[in-house]
């Protein structure tokens, strides 16, 4: 009963844990709250140890539990928290179910020798680059931060147009309880990393099961060299076991040895599947360090002199083994490559362009007739507020795009270059998407690594992000002689405003020590292709100088106040 629960138990946990990280990246409606999320992400490893380097203290101890329970009991950690590896048990499971109902044949695993060369390389290079200042391999191999690129670039799309396919159902009945949703993905170039991450995880899962985990992810690879020595491991009872190798062919490890009567503990993840699977109770989960008496042989048992006890054996008597072919081979990859570019066409359906010129134009009540010359001229990209500056923001983010996911305004999207190669997929404020709630500080209650630090409203109002840059030569009113307007009236400090021009007309005048890099102006600005307004960013954030209250040149009449 024991060993049954085990397994239960990390079902149990493990989709628990799933349904909780998803919904991360999969909410639009902005429910959770700050606690729930950092609650859910308190306990991954590589956000939590990022995150202590930067807040030490309770609340960033999260790697700690994970370093214990792993000495304690094995790399747990993979098979119930880690949402990385459980996205790969479902894959192993939709494998399994298209062997036994489509290929009429059971899913079988092959116990093979570890890739230590290549794990062990990678965790080196991810380790020496960390210490030399750069996270660039945390950037693109920290298993919660992939599974944050795959969900909000690409499976996050796709919800959104199903969810928008049943609102539209709903209407025609009458029933406005759904309301359509959208997405401002600004650049598709960002996405081509997840797009191939996830086809190698989904190929790796569905033919080898947890071989990416013990081949590529550095923390599998860590957690590994420390379950080595853990109290609890899988174990085999040569007393006991028969040989049958129904333990060996359902590992998703590849890592039960029958032969040697060994289980690699460095790449054993937890999942207990063995356990149910042995009716003799030849494997169990033990005390590794004081381990129990063995028990008597069994008496079914029998052994001859002289002859050695049978290999395992990969045929199972009473199933029929069919030999995959080339041909096979071939059409199996040409599904994945055609489901895989099906979620990549999903998402560019249902990718909300930025609001056309002319929308904008007729908003304002504007008509362009002549496009813009004169590029715009940045220097730095755009952090977000609470980065404190490029250098902490770059050294400190993996792109796990939570931040870009809770943003309401969508201005947060992931870079491509602009932060350089090793900052590829770091969000970045785009205001050719959007702008900067100015009284909104969601962004910085929910990062997980401490890139993005906690910031009070009060404290937003005055970090100066960036600073406004002004290219009348662009601009509508000397250029066209039409009134405008627009940038001053969307400025929440007043670093943009407007001043007496020609005939009666205004143009717009900036207050660059009052900007706070919101990039409302640059946003609203109608020009086209280049705004005459626009956001430089600032290397290092500093403090902006609040705006001038202006004084009343009269008493107000406190007997009628209105």
Known sequence: MRRHLLKVFRVLVSLLFLTATSLLFLDFTGALSPGFINGVTWIQFVPSFLSYLHLPGFLALGFLVVLVGTLLFGRVYCSTVCPLGILQDVISACSRFYTKRIRRRPKLYRPSAPYNWLRHTLLALTV???????IVFLNLLDPFSLFG?????????????LHNLAADALYGFGIYSLYHVETRQANLWPLIFPALMLGLIAVLSFLRGRLYCNTVC?????LGLLSRFSLFRIMIDESLCTRCAQCSLNCKGECIDLKNSR???TRCVGCFNCLTLCSQKGIDYQNHWFPPRKKASAPHRREVPGKA?????????GISHKVTTGKERR???????????????ASRVVRAQPPAPEDIQEDLGIKVTRPSTIPEKKRYPVSPPGSLGL??????????????TVCPSKVLQPSFLEYGFTGMMQPRMDFHASFCNYDCVRCTEVCPTGAILPLSREQKHLVQTGIVRLELKNCVVPTQKIACGACAEHCPTQAVHMVDYQNGLTIPEIVPEQCIGCGACEY?????????IYIDGSPVHAKAVPPAIEKLDYEPDDDFPF
């Open 128 to 134: 020496l680059t960390f210490l030399s200042g750069s």
């Open 149 to 161: 690129k795959i969900f909000a670039g690409l499976i996050r799309p796709v919800y959104f147009s």
């Open 218 to 222: 550095p923390v599998g690879t860590l």
């Open 263 to 265: 289980v690699d503990a």
């Open 309 to 317: 006890a049978p290999e395992p054996s990969s045929r199972q008597p």
């Open 331 to 345: 059409e199996f990859l040409f599904q994945l490559t055609a489901c895989f570019f099906g979620f990549a066409a």
């Open 391 to 404: 250098a902490h923001f770059t050294g400190s983010c993996t792109a796990c795009q939570l931040c870009v």
């Open 524 to 532: 609203i600005c109608p020009t086209r292709p280049y705004r005459a």
